[in-house]
């Protein structure tokens, strides 16, 4: 049995690698999800059937504690479905921040009652296995406590900007040398159970004094990272319990979370080190200074006139498109200008909304074709030949003091060109700043007019007035 539970892992972990594979492109994004769902049945299935006995066996017969198991399965049912319809996708960032927080926990905990049943109940566990045990333990208590503060962030119910003291660096490095310290008496002495909640103390500690620096603005990407580090905790915890599908997919969790959090820096052009130390939560999201500069308006009717007139038009979408829930109409304006003979593109940018693939997901959801979805890189070149950039509830992404402005804090970071389309019209609710909390020269430009509006409602209201023009 226990050759073909190992069999049942191979799969396991196979479905694992094709399911992250899959979920790169949105049209096989399904069933790269159903794949993961597959490898994950199979895997919990795999481990029941070969389930290891006292006498060295292994089979089901040997799970004894069923109502453990079941209320265990009856509970994430009954958190995890009402969680999937309810939560609104642009909470999506704090709802993966608090499944972190449960990953790590349960790795942590794992990790804690293996250490004490050897103490008390079987033979202590040798250093080899100490070893794997205390990484799962540090990193698995320090991405609980770190991933719920980056959700109370997120979620705001924690203070959005940085907390920070002076020498706060030196404090957070000295408590993590102490616990570090700890994690090797404890491999060099399994026996010291004292110790142990000391060192689990700490680290949950650290976790929560390595989140407090950094500001609300950075908490997808930290989250990223906190992936990572659940990630590891489970690899770690695959070799502690010697169990080679935790060991895969703990793997396979800690790298695609550091690849996801690399890819987020370089969007942002923030530097992978910067965010691993912390030391950018120094830098404040300062609210933009109100301007008083001229810039033009227009109503429904005129950005209606202006998008029939167009022969090519790029959308760009960014947050406020999803917090305005505008995916529905803005594809009903999409359908009416190509039965127009419009040509109508999007413009994805690799950190526009507040996860990565947001845009995608939000699109995908309304049915926009992804071959009219481009990536910036590709649709960068197309803008000055563009009639129209409409830009919907989008604005850190387009703004070309990136490109210019060596003070900006978003400086270097790559942009979608709208500025050089031939007219620019952004729907927005009002001047205020992005989530950089910085001005944007865009919307004060000759060639720019603002649509003041919530996104759904002003894209109902051009749509209103299509029809009206395709009669005239
Ligand atoms: P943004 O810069 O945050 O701007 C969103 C704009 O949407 C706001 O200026 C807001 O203006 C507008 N808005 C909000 N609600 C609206 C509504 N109901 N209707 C119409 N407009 C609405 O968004 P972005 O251009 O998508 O840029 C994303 C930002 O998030 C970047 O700074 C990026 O670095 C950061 N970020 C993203 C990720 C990621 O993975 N995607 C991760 C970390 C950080 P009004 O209030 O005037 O309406």
């Known amino acids: ?54 006498d060295g066996s292994a089979g089901i017969a040997n799970v004894h504690n069923w109502g453990w198991i079941l209320s265990a399965v009856v509970i994430g049912i009954a958190v995890g479905i009402p969680i999937a319809y309810i939560m609104p996708m642009t909470a999506v960032p704090q709802r993966t921040a608090l499944s972190h927080a449960c990953g790590a926990l349960a790795a942590a905990l794992v990790g804690t009652a293996e250490f004490y049943q050897h103490n008390h109940y079987r033979e202590p566990l040798t250093p080899v296995i100490m070893i794997p045990l205390v990484l799962e333990t540090l990193l698995g208590y320090l991405t609980f406590t770190g991933s719920l503060m980056a959700m109370g962030k997120l979620q705001e119910v924690l203070p959005q900007r940085p907390i920070t003291y002076r020498n706060q660096n ?34 949950l500690l650290f976790g929560v004094l390595l989140i407090i620096p950094i500001g609300g603005a950075d908490m997808p990407t930290v989250i990223a990272i906190l992936n990572s580090y659940a990630g590891l905790s489970a690899c770690a915890m695959g070799f502690a319990l010697q169990n080679n599908l935790l060991v895969v997919a703990g793997a396979l969790d800690g790298s695609s979370g550091l690849i996801l959090s690399i ?19 120094q830098i404040q999201v300062s609210q933009a200074q109100a301007q008083q500069r001229p810039y033009r308006s227009a109503s429904p009717e005129e950005a209606a006139a202006i998008l029939e007139a167009a022969s090519s038009v790029i959308i760009v979408p960014g947050y406020g498109l999803a917090v305005a829930q505008a995916q529905h109409k803005v594809r009903e304006l999409y359908d009416a200008l190509m039965r127009r003979g419009v040509d109508v593109k999007f413009a994805i940018h690799p950190v526009a909304g507040r996860m990565p693939g947001h845009m995608n997901v939000l699109l995908a959801e309304a049915d926009i074709p992804y071959d ?7 649709i960068n070149g197309e803008f000055p030949q563009c009639d129209v950039a409409l830009v919907i509830g989008a604005n850190d992404v387009t703004n070309p003091a990136a490109r210019t402005d060596k003070s900006s804090p978003i400086y270097g970071m790559p942009i979608l060109d709208v500025d050089k389309a031939r007219t620019v019209m952004v729907i927005k609710r009002s001047m205020n700043p992005g989530f950089a909390g910085i001005d944007n020269d865009l919307y004060y430009m000759d060639k720019t007019l603002m649509l003041f509006g919530d996104a759904k409602a002003f894209v109902s209201e051009i749509l209103k007035e299509l029809p009206a023009k395709v009669a005239a």
């Open 170 to 203: 030196a404090v957070n490095f000295t408590l993590f040398a102490i616990a570090a310290a700890l994690a090797v008496r404890l491999v060099l002495v399994p026996t010291d159970t004292i110790l142990f909640p000391i060192f689990a103390g700490l680290a």
């Open 263 to 281: 890819i987020m820096c370089k969007a942002m052009n923030r530097s992978f080190a910067n965010v691993l130390f912390g030391a950018f939560g």
């Open 1 to 54: 049995m226990a050759q073909f539970v190992q069999y049942i892992y191979i799969v396991s972990a196979a479905l694992f690698i094709l399911s992250l594979k899959w979920m790169n492109r949105p049209d096989t994004a399904r069933r790269g999800v159903f794949a993961g769902e597959i490898g994950m049945l199979l895997a919990v299935g795999g481990t029941l059937a070969g389930f290891p006995g006292p």
């Open 372 to 378: 009219r979805l481009r990536e910036m890189d590709d």
